[in-house]
């Protein structure tokens, strides 16, 4: 397998098909209609992760050891991609969209890609699917979730998937790794149309489709060996759309703002992470780097645990991320305060 092929044919491919997706969005008006939970002031045409997908496909055609690795993962991700599309289109309600994730990462774990570090009985078996059904699920919405800042979706995947390429490198897994560098590759040619000044969004396909193929990505890879803390690899390196989800739904349901799950799926507000630190003064662009940064601090985390090879230097930097989550914890209460007093100000969505 060549590591140019993503460089060669996923990111052009990403950069000169948002051209052609952004013309199809305003030609079938599929626009995402500013509201009171966004942020950014004119409609903006959606389908961009369209483009994404187009660069991931055509980078596994040219590598076909990599399709033979993730049949389940891509089919999976078409799927989400297909009911994002639909969604993008006409809308779906919230039940229709989680009964399709769940669709989706029922044919990845047929596939074989599933979470399997559970005792080797029909009980850890069922505890494996349930676990494997809710991760799928969490990371596709918390990385759906976390799009709602020019450039935040698309840059934060770029960030975690090359951390997975980084640690795929040091712990021999090639064919994981090289999926890795082709999704970080179509992020990369999208970035420059969706970074400030955006002229395409992603739309739910392509940040659902984003979601799903990390969830996967995390999944296909084998972090923990001999060492059971390194099943935080792939948390860490995942830990911002993790922490932004849990703790944004924690504060949901103590402020009794959600009471059901289709309630926590249909809510939408100016809560998440991002609001917050526009909330604090940042401006968009200012939020995003310093989420940006945010993940590659837990990315370095997550490399630090590939290479310890004692157990308490892993602990040490599941300590670190700790102390970072910490004051991520912090800035966003801060935010909601500050918050409760006056509007977010308006900026880009």
């Known amino acids: 397998m060549n590591p140019l092929i993503p460089l060669l044919f996923s990111l052009p ?75 993008d289109f006409m809308g779906l309600p919230a039940a229709v969209k989680l009964t399709g994730q769940l669709v989706a990462a029922a044919i990845m774990i047929y596939s074989g890609v599933r979470v399997s570090f559970f005792p080797d009985t029909w009980a850890g078996y069922a505890g494996e699917i349930i676990l494997t059904l809710v991760w799928v ?23 975690s998937a090359a951390f ?17 560098l082709i999704l970080l590759a179509g992020c990369l040619g999208f970035l420059p149309h969706n970074f400030k000044r955006a002229r ?20 296909a890879g084998n972090w923990a060996e001999d060492n ?9 390196i995942l830990g911002v759309p993790i922490f932004d989800m849990t ?3 924690v504060m949901r349901i103590r402020e009794k703002k959600v009471g059901t799950v289709m309630e926590w799926l249909e809510y939408g507000g100016k809560d998440h992470f991002h609001h917050r630190l526009v909330a604090l003064g940042l401006r968009p662009a200012g939020a995003v780097f310093f989420i940006w940064f945010i993940s590659i601090a837990l990315g370095i985390s997550a490399i630090i645990i590939t290479y310890a090879e004692k ?25 909601a305060r500050r918050r409760s007093g006056r509007n977010i100000p308006d900026g880009e969505g």
């Open 13 to 87: 491919a990403a950069y000169l098909s948002t051209f052609l997706f952004r013309r199809i969005a305003l030609l079938c008006n599929v626009m995402d209609v500013p509201d009171h939970r966004k942020i950014h002031l004119n409609p903006m045409p959606l389908l961009g992760g369209l483009a994404v997908y187009v660069a991931v496909i055509l980078g596994v055609a040219f590598a076909p050891a990599v399709l033979r690795h993730i049949p389940g993962i891509l089919a999976g991700a078409t799927v989400i991609l297909i009911i994002g599309v639909v969604d």
């Open 137 to 159: 699920a969490g990371i596709t919405n918390a990385v759906n979730y976390l799009d709602g800042i020019d450039g935040l979706a698309a840059g934060s995947t770029a960030i």
């Open 164 to 180: 997975f390429v980084i640690v795929s490198y040091i712990t021999e897994q090639p064919l994981t790794g090289m999926t890795a």
């Open 200 to 219: 395409i969004f992603l739309g739910d396909a392509g940040s659902t489709f984003l979601g799903f193929m990390l969830a996967g990505i995390a999944l």
């Open 228 to 236: 059971i803390l390194r099943l935080s690899i792939p948390v860490l």
């Open 247 to 249: 703790f944004t739904t």
């Open 311 to 335: 157990r308490v230097e892993g602990i040490w930097a599941i300590i670190q991320a700790a102390v970072i989550f910490g004051v991520i914890a912090v800035l966003m209460v801060v935010g």
